[in-house]
């Protein structure tokens, strides 16, 4: 863990002197961001901050990234900050549930919140309250080696069944149609997610992360149908299972697969690899049912006050500035990720110009499965879709299973 | 320091014999205490609880242990357990070929034993990825070796059939290494009269190590039984490193378990935790009773 005690101190001790700090607050922030680019745009929020509002004091904690995870879960409960960072839908929901994070509904309302981060109020409100304020989002998708399209001679795919005429091509000429990793699971979470939205739809995903329809329903099965056309012939990268997502990107980079699902921070480490805007394409997941709505999967990332916070007013303030337009352009330019704020401006990249385009015309935002389904869930399931990629032949089993699983958790 | 009062002094001389046992072992027994025995202690109360780790506990009795029972990925990770248990106790026979192997004076054998030695001297971490990458589809050596038999290669770690066994492999490296350690300073001690004697009586090659050597390395056996048996019961980093438990959950070891369902990311059961902790600490005791009842009574014989 490290300190960081603002520079800005110095100016709060100077005001404090010449009798100027009428309301003077310590205010404590936890956050995650042990990552270069994520602490390069807190650092900036923060200075920002403290420029804005001289009279706070910032005391600003850095944990490991992974660390966090469980961390969090002491700090809230014994030494609570008046601001942690956290994710949307239900991987929040444990906080709240158990009275962890204070509702800031009242920020929402004072400053129009409703309507400049819009698209993300259905995935901060549970009960009818706002418990956070997001600040960034990234789009997931396909990402593409272009060298290796020109070479078959395939163009980007419109539906799921020219992607799979696409992906017999690849593999008659000995290249993987897809590659993923998924020993951490979560990468196949994305693929179900995908798989689901576009054969049934938001409201269906949603539903079904939501504990109301039942695993065993014969249009989830549909979803496994569609998606073992891809498995079964084999064009995904074998033994996936036991590959790191990072360690399947340079089967992309080297051409030895054609296409990644995955999210738009794969984008810097395939440009570090030696991808260029001219070789790294990118496109929105094909349509499998026709006449379902495109919703896309887009994680956000968010800012809480806990319910033990001890300068609530101050964090608030924090808050408002933090859903401001201008803070989240210049802080997602850092980031390299989507503004959630409407108003805010969208950075040159390529990949952020067509993530915006796709997000903002999207028919509804999934959080992601980890996110939308509650963790219980989400492990067992992700769990499930880890297996029926390495043996598809099993589906039932894994569909009973997580229908028992779904009885017992909802 | 000041000088004691002559009652104190008077009462310190008398108890002394007593007393200075007891100070030694308070620092001792304190940290155990607070570190050992009130948290196995609270995690078993913990397990009575339906309980997310931050909200309200509620009592549910034993309804933790009752699911445990029917939870396929507890078996799994019991059944798991078992093995690591079995083939776990290969390091110890392994151990002492490899020690009697390297009993001898030759040139530079200092050298050959420091680095039977090394697997144990590196973390288990390193080991876990060291093994990761003999394992890895596509570029891995064991993986290019299984090629030449099987075009399409095993990869395996993503088979279930032979992940956990790639773990424990894994793991046997440094046990192996460990087992050797305790045999050689063992055969440090073997008397070297008695080994003289029986060459007399004409004992030789499996008879002489049968009945004159491992009876004399019966201490050393004994220490390298119980390490290998706690080794593989806490079968954790090897796990969490090579394979997280996957894939699709057929690696799991109880310590895994625990951790996945309490802590990790998508843990928030500390009652459910809490419980499989109490059943591996149960099938702990089974043996550490055996082990300090096999001490106590060398003890006493004596």
Not at chain 1, 336 to 340: A, I, R, T
Not at chain 2, 15 to 21: D, F, I, T, V
Not at chain 2, 34 to 38: E, G, H, K, P, T
Not at chain 2, 167 to 170: D, K, L, P
């Given at each position: 863990?490290?300190?960081?005690?603002?520079s800005?101190?110095?100016?709060?001790a100077?005001?404090?002197l010449?009798?100027?700090a009428?309301?003077?607050?310590?205010?404590?922030?936890?956050?995650?961001?042990?990552?270069?680019?994520?602490?390069?745009?807190?650092?900036?929020?923060?200075?920002?901050f403290?420029?804005?509002?001289?009279?706070?004091?910032?005391?600003?904690?850095?944990?490991?990234?992974?660390?966090?995870?469980t961390?969090?879960?002491?700090f809230?409960?014994?030494?609570a900050?008046?601001?942690?960072?956290?994710?949307?839908?239900?991987?929040?929901?444990?906080?709240?549930?158990?009275?962890?994070?204070?509702?800031?509904?009242?920020?929402?309302d004072?400053?129009?919140?409703?309507?400049?981060?819009?698209s993300a109020?259905?995935?901060?409100?549970?009960?009818g309250?706002?418990?956070?304020?997001?600040?960034?989002?990234?789009?997931?998708?396909i990402?593409?080696?272009?060298d290796?399209f020109?070479?078959f001679?395939?163009?980007?795919?419109?539906?799921?069944?020219?992607?799979?005429?696409?992906?017999?091509?690849?593999?008659?000429g000995?290249?993987?149609?897809?590659?993923?990793?998924?020993?951490?699971?979560?990468?196949?979470?994305g693929?179900?997610?995908?798989?689901d939205l576009?054969t049934?739809?938001?409201?269906?995903?949603?539903?079904?992360?939501?504990?109301?329809?039942?695993w065993?329903?014969?249009?989830?099965k549909?979803?496994?149908?569609?998606?073992?056309?891809?498995?079964?012939?084999?064009y995904?990268?074998p033994?996936s299972?036991?590959?790191?997502w990072?360690?399947?990107?340079?089967?992309l980079?080297q051409?030895?697969?054609?296409?990644?699902?995955?999210?738009?921070?794969?984008v810097?480490?395939?440009?570090?690899?030696?991808?260029?805007?001219?070789?790294?394409?990118?496109?929105?997941?094909?349509?499998?049912?026709?006449?379902?709505?495109?919703?896309?999967?887009?994680?956000?990332?968010?800012?809480?006050?806990?319910a033990?916070?001890?300068?609530?007013?101050?964090?608030?303030?924090?808050?408002a500035?933090?859903?401001?337009?201008?803070?989240?352009?210049?802080?997602?330019?850092?980031l390299?990720?989507?503004?959630?704020n409407?108003?805010?401006?969208?950075?040159d990249?390529?990949?952020?110009?067509?993530g915006?385009?796709?997000?903002?015309?999207?028919?509804?935002?999934?959080?992601?499965?980890?996110r939308d389904?509650?963790?219980?869930?989400?492990?067992?399931?992700?769990e499930?879709?880890?297996?029926?990629?390495?043996?598809?032949?099993?589906?039932?089993?894994?569909?009973?299973r997580?229908?028992t699983?779904?009885k017992?958790?909802? | 320091?000041?000088?004691?009062?002559?009652?104190?002094?008077?009462?310190?001389?008398r108890?002394?014999?007593?007393?200075?046992?007891?100070?030694?072992?308070a620092?001792?027994?304190l940290?155990?205490t607070?570190?050992?025995?009130?948290p196995?202690f609270?995690?078993?109360s913990?397990s009575?609880?339906?309980?997310?780790?931050?909200?309200?506990?509620?009592?549910?009795?034993?309804?933790?242990y009752?699911?445990?029972?029917?939870?396929?990925?507890?078996?799994?990770?019991?059944?798991?357990n078992?093995?690591?248990?079995?083939?776990?106790m290969?390091?110890?026979?392994?151990?002492?070929f490899?020690?009697?192997?390297?009993?001898?004076?030759t040139?530079?054998?200092?050298?050959?034993?420091s680095?039977?030695?090394f697997?144990?001297?590196?973390?288990?971490?390193?080991?876990?990825l060291?093994?990761?990458?003999?394992?890895?589809?596509?570029f891995?050596?064991?993986?290019?070796l299984t090629?030449?038999?099987?075009?399409?290669?095993?990869?395996?770690?993503?088979?279930?059939?032979?992940?956990?066994?790639g773990?424990?492999?894994?793991g046997?490296?440094?046990?192996?290494?460990?087992?050797?350690i305790?045999?050689?300073?063992?055969?440090?001690?073997?008397?070297?009269?008695?080994?003289?004697?029986?060459?007399?009586?004409?004992?030789?090659?499996?008879?002489?190590?049968?009945?004159?050597?491992?009876p004399?390395?019966?201490?050393?056996?004994?220490?390298?039984?119980?390490v290998?048996?706690?080794?593989?019961?806490r079968?954790?980093?090897?796990?969490?490193?090579?394979?997280?438990?996957?894939?699709?959950?057929?690696t799991?070891?109880?310590?895994?378990?625990?951790?996945?369902?309490?802590l990790s990311?998508?843990?928030?059961?500390?009652?459910?935790?809490?419980?499989?902790?109490?059943?591996l600490?149960?099938?702990?005791?089974?043996?550490?009773?055996?082990?300090?009842w096999?001490?106590?009574?060398?003890?006493?014989e004596?």
């Open positions: 863990m490290v300190h960081y005690t603002r800005a101190a110095l100016a709060f100077v005001a404090a010449t009798g100027m009428a309301h003077a607050g310590e205010l404590v922030i936890d956050t995650d961001t042990s990552d270069p680019a994520p602490k390069a745009a807190f650092q900036g929020l923060i200075d920002d403290q420029k804005a509002n001289p009279d706070v004091h910032v005391t600003w904690n850095i944990f490991d990234h992974e660390g966090y995870k961390a969090i879960r002491n809230m409960t014994a030494d900050p008046d601001l942690a960072n956290w994710y949307a839908g239900n991987r929040m929901a444990p906080f709240v549930t158990s009275g962890q994070f204070l509702d800031v509904s009242d920020v929402w004072k400053n129009g919140l409703k309507d400049t981060l819009k109020l259905p995935s901060m409100t549970i009960d309250k706002q418990w956070g304020v997001p600040y960034t989002y990234y789009q997931w998708g990402y593409y080696n272009k290796v020109k070479k001679g395939v163009d980007v795919p419109k539906t799921w069944d020219d992607f799979i005429a696409d992906c017999a091509k690849f593999k008659a000995g290249v993987d149609c897809t590659t993923t990793g998924t020993k951490a699971s979560w990468p196949a979470g693929w179900f997610d995908y798989m576009r049934n739809g938001y409201q269906f995903h949603m539903d079904l992360t939501n504990g109301k329809i039942a065993t329903d014969p249009r989830v549909e979803v496994f149908t569609q998606w073992a056309k891809l498995i079964v012939p084999g995904v990268t033994n299972s036991a590959i790191d990072q360690d399947a990107l340079p089967n980079v051409g030895k697969a054609a296409t990644y699902l995955m999210g738009n921070f794969a810097a480490p395939l440009k570090a690899a030696g991808m260029t805007n001219d070789t790294l394409g990118f496109f929105a997941f094909p349509e499998i049912t026709p006449g379902v709505g495109r919703a896309e999967d887009a994680p956000t990332d968010t800012i809480h006050i806990p033990k916070a001890k300068n609530v007013v101050d964090a608030k303030r924090f808050l500035f933090l859903a401001q337009a201008d803070t989240q352009s210049k802080m997602n330019d850092t390299g990720q989507l503004p959630v409407n108003q805010a401006k969208v950075g990249d390529p990949f952020l110009q067509a915006f385009k796709m997000l903002s015309t999207a028919d509804g935002l999934a959080q992601f499965f980890d389904a509650p963790a219980e869930m989400a492990k067992i399931g992700m499930g879709f880890q297996e029926f990629m390495a043996h598809p032949d099993r589906i039932d089993a894994i569909l009973a997580l229908e699983a779904r017992r958790i909802y | 320091m000041s000088a004691p009062t002559a009652s104190r002094s008077g009462y310190w001389r108890n002394q014999r007593a007393l200075a046992p007891l100070l030694f072992v620092p001792g027994a940290m155990f607070v570190y050992v025995v009130l196995i609270r995690s078993m913990i009575f609880y339906d309980w997310d780790g931050m909200g309200v506990k509620k009592w549910i009795g034993l309804a933790n009752a699911e445990l029972w029917s939870d396929p990925a507890f078996v799994v990770s019991l059944e798991n078992v093995i690591w248990l079995v083939l776990y290969l390091a110890v026979p392994a151990g002492l490899i020690a009697i192997f390297l009993n001898q004076n040139r530079g054998i200092r050298i050959y034993k680095l039977f030695f697997p144990f001297v590196i973390s288990q971490v390193v080991v876990g060291i093994f990761s990458w003999f394992y890895a589809p596509g891995g050596l064991f993986f290019k090629q030449l038999f099987d075009p399409a290669g095993i990869a395996l770690l993503a088979d279930e059939r032979y992940a956990t066994y773990i424990i492999a894994a046997l490296w440094p046990q192996i290494a460990y087992c050797m305790l045999y050689l300073t063992g055969l440090n001690n073997v008397a070297p009269d008695q080994v003289e004697a029986a060459r007399l009586d004409g004992a030789k090659g499996w008879r002489m190590l049968w009945y004159v050597i491992l004399q390395l019966r201490p050393a056996t004994f220490i390298a039984v119980v290998t048996v706690i080794g593989a019961l079968s954790f980093d090897l796990v969490s490193i090579m394979t997280q438990g996957g894939p699709y959950g057929s799991r070891v109880l310590s895994y378990y625990m951790y996945e369902e309490a990311e998508y843990g928030y059961r500390m009652g459910y935790g809490a419980a499989i902790a109490v059943v600490f149960a099938i702990m005791m089974v043996f550490i009773s055996g082990f300090i096999k001490m106590y009574r060398d003890e006493t004596r």
